[in-house]
């Protein structure tokens, strides 16, 4: 089993559409969540960190599961500048590696 | 407030030569930790480093791969004797201190061996 997986999609909405990411992580211990944007293989920057009770950022919601080993990501309102690529990432204690998913590629089309 | 900072950019290297890739942390960070991405694969972490310390090389390739982070000047990941494989996008994350979670990424080397 992979550490992190996602489905790779791609996922193909139109403007305005609602998309919901999935990623499930192997290692209980894991202790940091995140949702990184990488645009065409650029460097990955950091959408939001995501925690048990979730957080909200404007038209994004992040949700953890810990006990599913699951995390979410919701984007509402679909622009055409949210088309990326989306990588779960897991990491264990303060100051460890981290862990990517492969990533789930979004594109948003007029 | 400048980034993290990385070069070259684009590396070309042919077999069997060394590639030196360096990375400098954001101000004030002095946590680096270096990640690989090759072709159609997510990113992997290679090795995690304070100033003139290893503390993380889990990930490093038992041979030809090595890493430092001196007391002065940038990180450096040293690739010797390139092989084909070793073709992808290295990419350099800073933190501010150990307890930090979140990496901050540089825009990358990109190393190609022909």
């Known amino acids: ?110 | 407030n400048a980034g993290v900072m990385q070069n070259p950019r684009h590396l070309v290297r042919r077999r069997g030569q060394e590639a030196r890739l360096r990375c400098s942390p954001m101000k004030g960070h002095s946590h680096v930790y270096w990640y690989r991405q090759l072709p159609e694969e997510g990113l992997k972490f290679m090795v995690y480093l304070q100033k003139e310390n290893i503390i993380d090389e889990s990930g490093m390739p038992k041979e030809r791969f090595s890493a430092e982070f001196p007391k002065e000047g940038p990180s450096i990941l040293r690739i010797q004797q390139v092989v084909r494989g070793d073709s992808a996008a290295y990419f350099c994350a800073s933190s501010a201190r150990p307890d930090s979670y979140e990496q901050y990424f540089g825009p990358g080397t990109r190393l190609t061996v022909t």
């Open chain 1, 1 to 110: 089993r992979k550490e992190v997986e996602q489905d790779p999609g791609p996922f193909n909405v139109p403007e305005g559409a609602t998309v919901a990411f999935n990623c499930t992580y192997s290692n209980s211990a894991s202790q940091s969540f995140f949702w990184y944007r990488q645009d065409c293989r650029k460097e990955p920057k950091l959408l939001m960190s995501v925690y048990s009770s979730g957080n909200e950022d404007g038209r994004f919601t992040a949700q953890l599961n810990r006990a599913s080993q699951y995390i979410s990501l919701l984007i509402r309102d679909s622009k055409l500048s949210d088309s990326a690529t989306y990588l779960c990432v897991v990491g264990g204690q303060a100051g460890t590696a981290l862990i990517f998913g492969k990533g789930t590629t979004l594109s948003v089309s007029s």
